[in-house]
């Protein structure tokens, strides 16, 4: 539905108007739900084109999109967001197109962001026509078979059995203390001090010569249970700024959400 | 025939001749509809057999007939000839119709895997529904791969033997027009360009990434 | 030949030659959830064909083979070789835990080798169970050490070396003591108080079963 009056409607820009009125005549239910997607909606806008995707015209492209949006509004067609999304950026695309570009702006060109879309709507493109050869190939349980009375294996099971070193060592201590062995030593708090930290890092600091991930500087029993886990990250953390502040070490985040490094500052 | 000696001083019994390895081999690969490793053959075997060379004789004697030895990743099965899948059409199963989101999806995971959903996304252009993996997954023809070492360390997914077995692929590399595509540069993952609108959450959006495919098959 | 010419006259189309109509069979015979009858085999094939014909030679082709042609009643099936029966075995293998009681038991061995099960049963405060100890020794995680010079001449256990092996272990001195245990939070930090040991606490303490290892490391 929605690819057939693409195919109608977008063949040059000078049609749009005529074309417009005579869908709106029609009373034409525009099925965006049929397209997977604004690259979809591009894909089939492309087709009008006629011409090999790499050779697509991405300006004329871009217009016909925006001129697919434009038309959809006027019909009252709620667009998903992300079609709006393609929109705005294509608009951003035409005039990057357009205008002489502007040699105190860093980034992508016009033409590069064109490429870009060009390759996306080519790689797309092929996916499609591979997932076609795909489902078009001889099939098991269609084309060939497998063997339709399976003999039943007998299963022989022998089962291993197997303890880690930690069990040995748990098991050997429940023994030793004759109580019910508890994992952890800290049972009242499952805080870790600041205090505490600072101790922690001022002894270990000096074997960072290279960058090491601060969640490795978490103590023993902090690293499982997530409360005591963000107590010891929290106060960790703190006690590695405050190491900083003291010109002791160094500290790096290559971005957001990034592991969170330090090194030691030789003096 | 030095190898056969060395055969029979290792173990305690010599291995069975070959034709009877052969005949084994058979045996086992009849009665079973999945496919089975060499090794997993071997170790029904007696001791010192050798499956692979076993079935090398046998796919040999299987040619042209009804029925086919194939490989299926690095397991074997017998399957019966696809030119006379006419014959059984009582034998075939429904399957369920995939939508046209879950064939691209799986394509999109044969050619680049391993992928992450954030790539799928970014070349499909929408965001991938939970029940088009969802189905993938329960029809085993995909699984989760390695996570990718890059921020957020995201899964991603590969194709399964399952899937290798249904469209009669011996291996991933076989997948029709894979050359093709990668010299045509369309299986690289090429980073978005700014503010380039993905469709997915684009978790790993500005990483232009492993090479997926070409690593998995340049080996 | 006059048969063939007759069919020839029936049927629009010829029937297919003998090889062929012989793969046909094998696929169907392969293919088919139960044994089927040459009436239902011929109504799959084309026209003219003679499933009974094709029949006697595929079954002469399986002679020998892993896999047979059997008559099932009326119908027919295919059945792997029953001399190969055996192979159709298949071997899993399951791993568990460890017992509770079998750590604690190979804790001690570990700890205090070589010792004794009265020894054992003293440190545990329980009795130990022959299964665990046979368990343990079927595990090759134990072994049996030297007879104790005391009255009874008591068979002692020791840890073996793919006990070491398997934990990682270069020795069995290697195994942290208590302090250690203490220190890496796995032992409560307050004694329990009456509970220990009366003879020699602190010595085991810190190093247990010193005197005991050494005896075995020494020789």
New interface residues.
């Given amino acids: 539905m929605g690819a057939s009056m693409a195919d109608e409607n977008f063949e040059g820009p000078g049609q749009v108007e005529r074309v417009a009125d005579r869908m709106a005549a029609e009373a034409l239910i525009v099925d965006v739900d049929g397209f ?5 909606l ?1 894909l089939t806008l492309g087709r009008t084109q006629k011409v090999d995707l790499r050779q697509i015209s991405v300006l004329q492209l871009a217009q016909q999109y925006l001129a697919f949006v434009e038309k959809a509004k006027q019909l009252r067609i709620e667009l998903a967001a ?1 079609y709006l ?2 929109a705005a ?1 294509l608009a ?1 695309l035409k005039s990057r197109l357009l205008l002489p570009p502007d040699p105190e702006d860093e ?2 060109s016009g033409e ?2 064109a490429a ?2 060009a ?2 709507l ?3 493109q ?6 076609a ?3 078009g ?12 009375i ?2 039943d ?1 007998t299963r022989v099971k022998t089962v291993n059995y197997t303890a880690t070193l930690l069990d040995l060592m748990q098991g050997y201590a429940r023994i030793r203390t004759k109580d019910e062995f508890r994992p952890y030593a800290m049972d009242r708090e499952a805080l870790f001090t600041l205090e505490q930290a600072l101790e922690r890092m001022r002894g270990l600091i000096g074997f960072a010569g290279t960058w090491t991930d601060i969640v490795s500087y978490l103590p023993e029993g902090f690293t499982t249970d997530p409360g005591r886990r963000r107590s010891a990250t929290a106060s960790t953390f703190a006690a590695s700024l405050e190491l900083v502040k003291e010109g002791k070490v160094e500290i790096r985040q290559s ?1 957001h ?2 592991p969170v490094q330090l090194r030691r500052k030789d003096q | 025939m030095t190898e056969e000696t060395e055969h029979k001083e290792e173990s305690l019994f010599a291995a069975p001749p070959m034709a009877e390895q ?7 690969l ?5 496919p089975i490793t060499v090794r997993e053959m071997e ?3 007696p001791h010192g057999s050798d499956a692979a060379e076993a079935l090398v004789h046998l796919r040999k004697r299987y040619e ?5 030895l194939v490989k299926v990743g690095d397991a074997w ?6 030119d ?2 006419y ?7 429904e ?1 369920r119709k ?1 939508s ?2 879950a ?2 999806t ?3 995971i ?2 680049h895997q391993p992928v992450t959903r954030a790539e799928i996304e ?5 965001s991938v529904s939970r029940g088009t993996v969802d189905q993938l997954l329960e029809m085993e023809w995909i699984r989760f791969g390695r996570r990718k070492m890059t ?2 360390r995201p899964v991603t997914f590969v194709v399964t033997q399952t899937f290798l ?5 011996e291996s991933a590399r076989d ?3 894979l050359k093709e ?1 990668r010299a ?3 299986l690289e993952s ?1 980073a ?6 993905t ?1 997915g959450e684009g978790e790993d959006e500005d990483e232009p990434g492993a090479k997926g495919q070409d690593e998995l098959f340049d080996d």
């Fill in positions: 997977e997607g604004p690259l979809d591009l992300d999304v393609m950026w951003f980034g992508p590069e962001l870009h879309l390759f996306q080519e790689r797309l092929a996916m499609r026509e591979r997932a050869q795909l489902m190939r001889d099939r098991l349980g269609r084309d060939f078979f497998a063997r339709g399976p003999e294996v971005e959400f990034a | 052969e005949r084994m081999c058979e045996a086992i009849f009665a079973t509809a999945e170790a029904r075997m042209g007939r009804g029925v086919h099965a017998m399957r019966t000839a696809p006379l899948g014959l059984m059409q009582k034998e075939t199963v399957t995939l046209r989101a064939i691209e799986l394509a999109i044969a050619y970014e070349i499909r252009g929408v921020p957020g077995d249904h469209f009669g692929l997948l029709p027009g595509l045509a540069g369309l090429r978005p360009l700014g503010e380039m609108p469709g």
